[in-house]
């Protein structure tokens, strides 16, 4: 095997997998080891990779040819594509015993856990055989020193800790998209996820919450107080927020609402009287809005803005003031590459699309899929009565409410979605 005989395994985590052709499989997400008896450390069996759509699965070790800092590296293509479990006598060492408070041999000196060394033997077995411990100094300003010490000369690395902190395994997940954080947190005990989730700010917590199932959604959100729960709400697109409400009885609703900022939750309620399966239900109440004399260059601008998303800043739709929903009139909108062909001086209200039909609040979604797809729009909007916008019907909308209900939860899809190998891991 071309690799180091010592790998850290924290500084492995988000490494990519290839195959022996080069192509990527997948990212490693932990390293499963397997508890022996007496005073020998784990056996490292494997590592646990993140594959497209999600899933994880498990990567023998001795499938693995190489490790280092930029690649992992599979000397087989053939992969047991069954969703990862965790048995009963494995440890996951990221997620079990990153931030664990432990004591160090002989003079029992608390520190935790910062990271996880797994070695190779001469005859070629894996195990884990050093920790990183960073001493408790008890001093808030100071940083205790950090000590490699021998897996035996380390007390409180078995069993369940009682109080674990956080801050280590953030790190390892702070360049995690925020789909693919709330995947980790999905395999996370319900205790240890809540506490990640708590310890994220408000921003990034609100990204992750919408990429979560609606029941984890609600537990990560009663588990916080209620003046948290309101502040993460506001950080929400006021759709994804509307959909987290919804699952809440109306009494919690409206002492959240009233906790949030009245323009921040005037949108949010607004959203929850739509009937549920139509457009007023689904569409974003903040599309990209701008007057029809503003110029080609300032709609561009506009959408390069970074917190927009891609189905979002696709197009910029022309109304007369106000430029908040309820909009003044609806005039018409203009999609990027449109813009992009046009002088960056000209006016918008010369480059618009208005030959299409607007959606009503009430449109049901087979209608407003059969529209997009006959019209290849990514975004449609959605007027009322008197002609004013709305809202916006974004493709990403659409998918999020035309799959099954629990597409995000991982388990329910795994179980809907048979393996095309044989069962079993290789180890």
Same mark, same amino acid.
């Not at 077995?125 to 000590?147: D, I, K, M």
């Not at 000369?153 to 395994?169: F, I, K, M, P, Q």
């Not at 959203?271 to 689904?282: D, F, Q, R």
């Given at each position: 095997?071309?690799? &180091? *005989?010592?790998?850290?395994?924290?500084?492995?985590?988000?490494?990519?997998?290839?195959?022996?052709?080069?192509?990527?499989?997948?990212?490693?997400?932990?390293?499963?080891?397997?508890?022996?008896?007496?005073?020998?450390?784990? +056996?490292?069996?494997?590592?646990?990779?993140?594959?497209?759509?999600?899933?994880?699965?498990?990567?023998?070790?001795?499938?693995?040819?190489?490790?280092?800092?930029?690649?992992?590296?599979?000397?087989?293509?053939?992969?047991?594509?069954?969703?990862? +479990?965790?048995?009963?006598?494995?440890?996951?060492?990221?997620?079990?015993?990153?931030?664990?408070?432990?004591?160090?041999?002989?003079?029992?000196?608390?520190?935790?856990?910062?990271?996880?060394?797994?070695?190779?033997?001469? =005859?070629?077995?894996?195990?884990?055989?050093?920790?990183?411990?960073? +001493?408790?100094?008890?001093?808030?300003?100071?940083? =205790?020193?950090?000590?490699?010490?021998?897996?035996?000369?380390?007390? =409180?690395?078995?069993?369940?800790?009682?109080?674990?902190?956080?801050?280590?395994?953030?790190?390892?997940?702070?360049?995690?998209?925020?789909?693919?954080?709330?995947?980790?947190?999905?395999?996370?005990?319900?205790?240890?996820?809540?506490?990640?989730?708590?310890?994220?700010?408000?921003?990034?917590?609100?990204?992750?919450?919408?990429?979560?199932?609606?029941?984890?959604?609600?537990?990560?959100?009663?588990?916080?107080?209620?003046?948290?729960?309101?502040?993460?709400?506001?950080?929400?697109?006021?759709?994804?927020?509307?959909?987290?409400?919804?699952?809440?009885?109306?009494?919690?609703?409206?002492?959240?609402?009233?906790?949030?900022?009245?323009?921040?939750?005037?949108?949010?309620?607004?959203?929850?009287?739509?009937?549920?399966?139509?457009?007023?239900?689904?569409?974003?109440?903040?599309?990209?809005?701008?007057?029809?004399?503003?110029?080609?260059?300032?709609?561009?601008?506009?959408?390069?803005?970074?917190?927009?998303?891609?189905?979002?800043?696709?197009?910029?739709?022309?109304?007369?003031? &106000?430029?908040? *929903?309820?909009?003044?009139?609806?005039?018409?909108?203009?999609?990027?590459?449109?813009?992009?062909?046009?002088?960056?001086?000209?006016?918008?209200?010369?480059?618009?699309?208005?030959?299409?039909?607007?959606?009503?609040?009430?449109?049901?979604?087979?209608?407003?899929?059969?529209?997009?797809? *006959?019209?290849?729009?990514?975004?449609?909007?959605?007027?009322?009565?008197?002609?004013?916008?709305?809202?916006?019907?974004?493709?990403?909308?659409?998918?999020?409410?035309?799959?099954?209900?629990?597409?995000?939860?991982?388990?329910?899809?795994?179980?809907?979605?048979?393996?095309?190998?044989?069962?079993?891991?290789?180890?």
């Amino acid at each position: 095997m071309s690799t &180091p *005989t010592r790998v850290y395994l924290a500084r492995l985590s988000g490494v990519a997998v290839f195959d022996p052709n080069g192509d990527q499989v997948g990212r490693v997400r932990d390293a499963v080891a397997r508890l022996r008896s007496g005073q020998r450390p784990p +056996e490292v069996v494997g590592l646990v990779a993140e594959m497209p759509m999600r899933r994880r699965i498990f990567l023998s070790i001795n499938r693995i040819t190489s490790i280092d800092a930029d690649a992992v590296v599979l000397g087989s293509g053939m992969l047991n594509l069954r969703r990862f +479990e965790k048995r009963p006598n494995e440890l996951l060492v990221l997620q079990e015993l990153l931030d664990r408070r432990v004591q160090v041999q002989p003079d029992g000196r608390a520190g935790t856990v910062v990271d996880v060394a797994m070695e190779c033997s001469r =005859g070629g077995e894996w195990s884990l055989a050093r920790v990183a411990v960073r +001493e408790q100094t008890g001093r808030l300003a100071r940083r =205790g020193n950090l000590h490699q010490v021998e897996w035996d000369n380390v007390r =409180g690395l078995s069993g369940v800790a009682d109080a674990r902190g956080t801050a280590n395994l953030l790190a390892v997940l702070e360049d995690m998209r925020p789909a693919d954080l709330a995947n980790a947190l999905q395999d996370l005990p319900d205790s240890r996820r809540n506490e990640v989730a708590a310890a994220l700010d408000d921003e990034r917590l609100a990204d992750v919450l919408s990429e979560l199932p609606e029941h984890d959604q609600v537990e990560i959100l009663a588990a916080l107080d209620r003046e948290r729960a309101a502040d993460i709400l506001e950080e929400m697109d006021p759709d994804d927020a509307a959909d987290l409400l919804g699952e809440l009885s109306p009494p919690e609703q409206d002492v959240l609402l009233d906790l949030m900022e009245p323009n921040e939750a005037d949108p949010v309620r607004q959203l929850l009287k739509y009937t549920p399966g139509t457009a007023g239900s689904v569409m974003t109440s903040e599309p990209v809005i701008l007057p029809p004399d503003a110029t080609v260059a300032e709609a561009l601008a506009r959408i390069r803005e970074p917190q927009l998303s891609p189905a979002v800043a696709a197009q910029v739709f022309v109304t007369r003031a &106000p430029m908040t *929903t309820p909009t003044g009139r609806y005039l018409g909108m203009a999609h990027f590459q449109r813009l992009l062909r046009e002088p960056p001086a000209d006016l918008l209200g010369g480059v618009l699309v208005n030959d299409i039909d607007p959606l009503r609040p009430t449109t049901p979604l087979p209608e407003i899929t059969r529209r997009m797809a *006959t019209y290849d729009l990514v975004a449609m909007p959605v007027i009322d009565r008197n002609n004013r916008l709305v809202g916006a019907v974004t493709v990403d909308d659409v998918l999020d409410h035309s799959l099954p209900r629990d597409w995000r939860d991982r388990s329910a899809v795994m179980s809907t979605n048979p393996d095309p190998v044989t069962e079993g891991r290789d180890v």
